[in-house]
């Protein structure tokens, strides 16, 4: 009596540890159990002035070991730097006070992370410390200039709170790209627009009530997301210590760097050095 | 168990009445399930019809998902030199959406309409009624175990799923086109988070919808007339609306869970 029924049973059996066994398949395999946060941790303060595109949940490494992740990104109200907590595996708790904290890019498109390097004094952070020395990242921009000596050509602005600034050539910026400061979204682009007089390109930034002391010498910057991501405009902060206001002017702009002038530069350059090394 | 029939008075009062039916029925359903763990060998026996007797279609139709996929990615991506990330593309896209919703249509396609069916069979035949006469409770016994096995059955169909379509991946992308077997799996592993892809993706989403699915299997099946015609309607009803349920509930739960 028992015996139809105790194939099934059997069947239905074998069918379920199928089932578990592809469950423990793909949480094991296909994923990796590293990335789920597990035991201890304890959390340090640290103060980027420029985060990228660093997320929360981005891994925390040392020496290129995984040791923890950011906890969370925020950016204060009046401050122009960062704060990013990570949180740490209490295991890893040796870690020297003047250890820098950096954020690195995996490869050049890749994920952005904090790589801690450790310092030489004797002292330990504690749980909820932070750490004074940090250094941000590099956006592309910047490395290209420094390294072909060339900064952007800056030219005059006007605006409003809704701020508006001119560049000489804004790339791709579109309407609605985010503006940046310390790489945290403060604003977006409300329009781009050709200027018939000055010929150039006016663009109106409007920026959230809440940051509202931004030095009125600050520079404003179009920076592209990694090597082929999406433009946006990056404020850095001047030092003037009246704050902008709502109709006021960027005086300071950087256009946006494009990959093929960089290109074109760098060839003549080094054409330039060869020729006379030729004629020798 | 008492049916409100709808009125036909128009199709947005007659939906409406439908819904509120089957919430009902949930109901019914749900009272029922301490009376019949009496039942037990019975939710075994339909887990084994709607789960076990599924598996080869779930195991072909993963592998060719995940082939086809993988095939598509690998022209796209070679052209921006990216192939190496197309077996985590393949991963995501299957834990996240693909697994869980083609799990579903197939489900309601190969076990729902089986079951409305049926059951629509043994009202049509006064097989329900005879339960009744012998004091055979028929929610207990026929409606909640194969809506308990559905519930069961899925998400264990979906895990398969997912396995399947990985390993069609890794068939077509390593060992046919060529991607390095190692970059393959750690980008694969680097990506894929276990809480946010595997728990709240591939084991949630396939729950609600194994849920979603059985209820229709068998309160369309419940509720058919008694008639061949009826049984053949309700057969199709329980497909039209499990797609159209699957579909809908999957933006929402997307929407929440993302």
């Given at each position: 009596?028992?015996?139809?029924?105790?194939?099934?049973?059997?069947?239905?059996?074998?069918?379920?540890?199928?089932?578990?066994?592809?469950?423990?398949?793909?949480?094991?395999?296909?994923?990796?159990?590293?990335?789920?946060?597990?035991?201890?941790?304890?959390?340090?303060?640290?103060?980027?002035?420029?985060?990228?595109?660093?997320?929360?949940?981005?891994?925390?490494?040392?020496?290129?070991?995984?040791?923890?992740?950011?906890?969370?990104?925020?950016?204060?109200?009046?401050?122009?730097?960062?704060?990013?907590?990570?949180?740490?595996?209490?295991?890893?708790?040796?870690?020297?006070?003047?250890?820098?904290?950096?954020?690195?890019?995996?490869?050049?498109?890749?994920?952005?992370?904090?790589?801690?390097?450790?310092?030489?004094?004797?002292?330990?952070?504690?749980?909820?410390?932070?750490?004074?020395?940090?250094?941000?990242?590099?956006?592309?921009?910047?490395?290209?200039?420094?390294?072909?000596?060339?900064g952007g050509v800056v030219d005059n602005v006007g605006g409003s709170y809704t701020v508006k600034a001119n560049f000489t050539n804004v790339g791709?910026?579109?309407?609605?790209?985010?503006?940046?400061?310390?790489?945290?979204?403060?604003?977006?682009?409300?329009?781009?627009?050709?200027?018939?007089?000055?010929?150039?390109?006016?663009?109106?930034?409007?920026?959230?009530?809440?940051?509202?002391?931004?030095?009125?010498?600050?520079?404003?910057?179009?920076?592209?997301?990694?090597?082929?991501?999406?433009?946006?405009?990056?404020?850095?902060?001047?030092?003037?210590?009246?704050?902008?206001?709502?109709?006021?002017?960027?005086?300071?702009?950087?256009?946006?760097?494009?990959?093929?002038?960089?290109?074109?530069?760098?060839?003549?350059?080094?054409?330039?050095?060869?020729?006379?090394?030729?004629?020798? | 168990?008492?049916?409100?029939?709808?009125?036909?008075?128009?199709?947005?009062?007659?939906?409406?009445?439908?819904?509120?039916?089957?919430?009902?029925?949930?109901?019914?359903?749900?009272?029922?399930?301490?009376?019949?763990?009496?039942?037990?060998?019975?939710?075994?026996?339909?887990?084994?019809?709607?789960?076990?007797?599924?598996?080869?279609?779930?195991?072909?139709?993963?592998?060719?998902?995940?082939?086809?996929?993988?095939?598509?990615?690998?022209?796209?991506?070679?052209?921006?030199?990216?192939?190496?990330?197309?077996?985590?593309?393949?991963?995501?896209?299957?834990?996240?959406?693909?697994?869980?919703?083609?799990?579903?249509?197939?489900?309601?396609?190969?076990?729902?309409?089986?079951?409305?069916?049926?059951?629509?069979?043994?009202?049509?035949?006064?097989?329900?009624?005879?339960?009744?006469?012998?004091?055979?409770?028929?929610?207990?016994?026929?409606?909640?175990?194969?809506?308990?096995?559905?519930?069961?059955?899925?998400?264990?169909?979906?895990?398969?799923?997912?396995?399947?379509?990985?390993?069609?991946?890794?068939?077509?992308?390593?060992?046919?086109?060529?991607?390095?077997?190692?970059?393959?799996?750690?980008?694969?592993?680097?990506?894929?988070?276990?809480?946010?892809?595997?728990?709240?993706?591939?084991?949630?989403?396939?729950?609600?919808?194994?849920?979603?699915?059985?209820?229709?299997?068998?309160?369309?099946?419940?509720?058919?007339?008694?008639?061949?015609?009826?049984?053949?309607?309700?057969?199709?009803?329980?497909?039209?609306?499990?797609?159209?349920?699957?579909?809908?509930?999957?933006?929402?739960?997307?929407?929440?869970?993302?």
């Amino acid at each position: 009596m028992s015996q139809p029924r105790n194939s099934y049973a059997v069947g239905t059996g074998l069918f379920i540890v199928l089932g578990f066994a592809a469950l423990a398949y793909l949480a094991t395999q296909t994923s990796s159990v590293a990335n789920v946060r597990q035991g201890d941790s304890y959390t340090l303060q640290t103060q980027f002035t420029n985060i990228g595109q660093l997320k929360e949940r981005a891994p925390v490494k040392i020496a290129g070991v995984r040791v923890g992740q950011v906890q969370s990104i925020t950016l204060k109200p009046g401050h122009d730097v960062a704060d990013v907590t990570l949180s740490i595996d209490r295991q890893y708790d040796h870690i020297p006070q003047d250890s820098v904290a950096t954020i690195f890019t995996s490869g050049l498109l890749g994920d952005q992370y904090v790589g801690i390097e450790y310092g030489s004094a004797k002292q330990v952070v504690a749980d909820g410390g932070s750490l004074a020395r940090t250094r941000s990242t590099q956006p592309l921009e910047q490395m290209l200039s420094k390294f072909f000596g060339a900064g952007g050509v800056v030219d005059n602005v006007g605006g409003s709170y809704t701020v508006k600034a001119n560049f000489t050539n804004v790339g791709t910026l579109s309407v609605g790209a985010p503006v940046k400061m310390a790489g945290v979204v403060i604003g977006s682009v409300q329009s781009v627009r050709a200027d018939p007089v000055q010929l150039n390109a006016s663009v109106v930034l409007s920026i959230d009530k809440r940051y509202n002391a931004i030095p009125d010498d600050s520079a404003a910057a179009v920076f592209t997301s990694g090597l082929i991501g999406s433009q946006y405009v990056a404020i850095q902060p001047g030092g003037s210590p009246d704050a902008l206001k709502d109709g006021d002017e960027m005086v300071l702009t950087q256009s946006a760097m494009q990959l093929e002038d960089l290109i074109g530069k760098f060839l003549v350059n080094g054409s330039g050095d060869k020729k006379p090394a030729g004629e020798k | 168990m008492n049916v409100r029939l709808p009125s036909r008075e128009n199709v947005v009062t007659r939906s409406l009445a439908q819904i509120g039916n089957s919430g009902l029925f949930l109901l019914t359903l749900l009272a029922a399930v301490p009376r019949s763990m009496r039942h037990v060998r019975e939710t075994i026996r339909q887990l084994w019809f709607v789960g076990a007797m599924s598996l080869t279609i779930i195991m072909t139709c993963g592998l060719f998902v995940g082939m086809v996929l993988m095939l598509q990615l690998y022209h796209v991506l070679s052209i921006f030199g990216g192939t190496s990330a197309s077996g985590m593309v393949v991963a995501l896209s299957v834990y996240r959406e693909l697994g869980p919703v083609v799990t579903a249509l197939l489900f309601a396609g190969r076990a729902g309409t089986a079951v409305t069916a049926e059951i629509g069979l043994m009202r049509a035949t006064d097989q329900i009624s005879a339960m009744e006469m012998m004091a055979v409770d028929p929610i207990a016994y026929v409606a909640t175990p194969r809506f308990l096995a559905g519930l069961i059955a899925m998400p264990l169909l979906c895990c398969v799923f997912c396995a399947m379509a990985v390993f069609g991946g890794h068939l077509v992308g390593v060992t046919w086109l060529g991607i390095d077997n190692g970059t393959f799996w750690s980008n694969m592993t680097a990506v894929v988070d276990v809480r946010t892809d595997i728990v709240n993706g591939v084991l949630l989403k396939s729950l609600a919808f194994g849920a979603v699915v059985s209820l229709i299997a068998v309160f369309q099946g419940f509720t058919t007339p008694p008639t061949s015609e009826g049984v053949a309607y309700a057969t199709t009803r329980t497909v039209v609306a499990s797609s159209i349920a699957i579909l809908a509930l999957d933006f929402v739960l997307t929407a929440f869970l993302m």
